[in-house]
């Protein structure tokens, strides 16, 4: 597999792209106006402190205070416990105080009306390793398979650190096949941050920020690159420069990597990544059998609808259903992570009647979800062909990100009919003439709505002058929605 990163600078935006064979995998984007705050370390101050939710309120100096739930809190056990997921928690009241101050991270990005969510179980990750203060022993992560060098990484960290030493290590999926000094670095490397953390802390007379988590620019090349990555291009000298002094410091083997991208055409027409892009922001994705999937985003969950469309097969039904799916599956794992799509999500796949069939879909859609840098979890399809799935939600989707909702819908995504909004018109002008004396009246609306009033809906209009005994006039406004109407007592 070929893999490349290609990161766009613009004066107050920076964009990063992760093209596999040639077709865009993930997009992220970093903008001056609102830098995503994950992974930053705050000192917050204790505004509120909720017992029935188990959660308090934190002032960082955002412009909504943050959320920390007590599951989330280091603590050492107390005498009034409550159970949670992660077994018994000691009441929130026990663990923070309000006017306290607490050393906190974000592990959520602010989304729609929702503050940013905190924890106070930090963690401080460089290119290999990622240091637990408040934690304890080894891990390693899950996509590095083979078990002898999951025991060659856990003896190498393990003999690197003194004897009685503090704090945890998360061995990260890039260590795969690195030296013990290039480990020994990056321990020593999160050894002196987590100082300087400390130290800043310590000197923060009341609320703010502690630490910032790196540039998008050069964040990728700690957290995208892998030993499939064949190139990273960037088309900004100034980024350029500071993504190479980043890797001189801390990963040389990269150097090779990072290019600087100086053709005439923009880096990201390059494999047509702006037109994916805009294709990510629809609702329709086109299969390249016929078939299509529909993707509807809510507060509460996402739902995925797999269609045949045009797909009409070769031999029959159920083969045609089977195949559509399967394709669906794989086109649904690259959307999910292109859009950013997280938390509840639904697949309505067609139904199949052969429980093999059924097994190969999900199959194909947990294997294609394996490179994900998301954590997801996939359940069975059910009997209606359903399958529901999470999929870890750490900043805002793609289309919450470049989009708003539309002001004439109000981001319902539909518009009252004109000939609704006729009625509508009918029967406020009833309204308006049981409560108040007038001569005549002026209606202001739609051309398209004024246009029905003249036409279809004449006879009806004349029907309301007879009975009113008043005169109704009639005013387009083209400011106006569709939906959007005034009726005015002259």
């Known amino acids: 597999m070929r893999e490349e990163i290609l990161v766009n600078v613009t004066p107050r935006e920076v964009r990063a792209a992760l093209v596999e064979n040639g077709v865009l995998q993930e997009v992220l984007i970093e903008r001056t106006s609102r830098r995503g705050l994950i992974s930053n370390i705050y000192k917050g101050s204790v505004s509120r402190v909720l017992p029935g939710m188990q959660a308090a309120f934190l002032d960082i100096g955002l412009e909504r205070t943050a959320f920390l739930h007590a599951s989330d809190i280091v603590h050492g056990g107390g005498d009034d416990e409550v159970e949670s997921d992660k077994g018994p928690v000691p009441a929130i009241d026990d663990l923070v105080k309000e006017g306290g101050h607490v050393l906190v991270q974000v592990i959520k990005d602010p989304l729609g009306t929702k503050g940013a969510r905190l924890s106070t179980f930090i963690t401080v990750p460089s290119r290999y390793l990622v240091y637990m203060p408040h934690g304890d022993g080894i891990g390693i992560s899950t996509r590095i398979e083979d078990e002898a060098e999951r025991e060659r990484l856990r003896e190498v960290v393990a003999s690197i650190l003194p004897a009685e030493s503090e704090g945890g290590y998360i061995i990260r999926t890039a260590a795969e096949g690195v030296s013990r000094e290039a480990l020994w670095a990056d321990k020593l490397f999160l050894d002196k941050l987590w100082e300087s953390i400390q130290q800043a802390a310590a000197e923060l007379p009341g609320k703010g920020l502690v630490y910032e988590d790196l540039p998008l620019a050069v964040r990728v090349l700690r957290d995208l690159l892998s030993a499939e990555t064949d190139m990273v291009l960037v088309d900004s000298e100034a980024t350029y420069a500071q993504m190479r002094d980043f890797a001189g410091k801390f990963v040389p083997e990269l150097l090779p990597l990072i290019e600087l991208y100086t053709g005439r055409r923009p880096i990201f027409d390059l494999?047509?990544?702006?037109?994916?892009?805009?294709?990510?922001?629809?609702?329709?994705?086109?299969?390249?059998?016929?078939?299509?999937?529909?993707?509807?985003?809510?507060?509460?969950?996402?739902?995925?609808?797999?269609?045949?469309?045009?797909?009409?097969?070769?031999?029959?039904?159920?083969?045609?259903?089977?195949?559509?799916?399967?394709?669906?599956?794989?086109?649904?794992?690259?959307?999910?992570?292109?859009?950013?799509?997280?938390?509840?999500?639904?697949?309505?796949?067609?139904?199949?009647?052969?429980?093999?069939?059924?097994?190969?879909?999900?199959?194909?859609?947990?294997?294609?979800?394996?490179?994900?840098?998301?954590?997801?979890?996939?359940?069975?399809?059910?009997?209606?062909g359903l399958v529901e799935m999470t999929r870890k939600r750490t900043r805002e989707s793609l289309e919450r990100l470049l989009c708003e909702p539309c002001p004439t819908c109000d981001g319902r995504g539909f518009l009252k009919t004109p000939e609704t909004v006729c009625h509508e018109v009918f029967r406020e002008i009833l309204r308006q003439h049981r409560q108040f004396e007038f001569q005549e009246l002026m209606v202001l609306s739609h051309p398209e709505v004024i246009e029905r009033l003249l036409d279809e809906e004449s006879a009806s209009l004349a029907e309301l002058e007879e009975s009113t005994g008043k005169t109704i006039r009639l005013q387009t406004e083209t400011m106006y929605a569709q939906d959007q109407f005034d009726v005015v007592l002259m």
């Open 271 to 384: 494999h047509s990544i702006e037109d994916e892009i805009d294709k990510a922001l629809g609702r329709k994705v086109l299969l390249k059998s016929g078939g299509y999937l529909i993707f509807d985003q809510t507060e509460a969950m996402t739902t995925i609808d797999v269609n045949t469309g045009a797909y009409v097969g070769h031999r029959n039904l159920e083969e045609t259903i089977f195949r559509t799916n399967l394709e669906a599956a794989l086109a649904i794992a690259r959307q999910l992570r292109l859009r950013n799509l997280g938390g509840i999500i639904i697949v309505d796949f067609i139904d199949m009647q052969e429980e093999e069939h059924r097994r190969q879909v999900l199959h194909a859609l947990e294997t294609s979800l394996g490179g994900d840098h998301a954590k997801n979890q996939i359940m069975e399809v059910s009997s209606l």
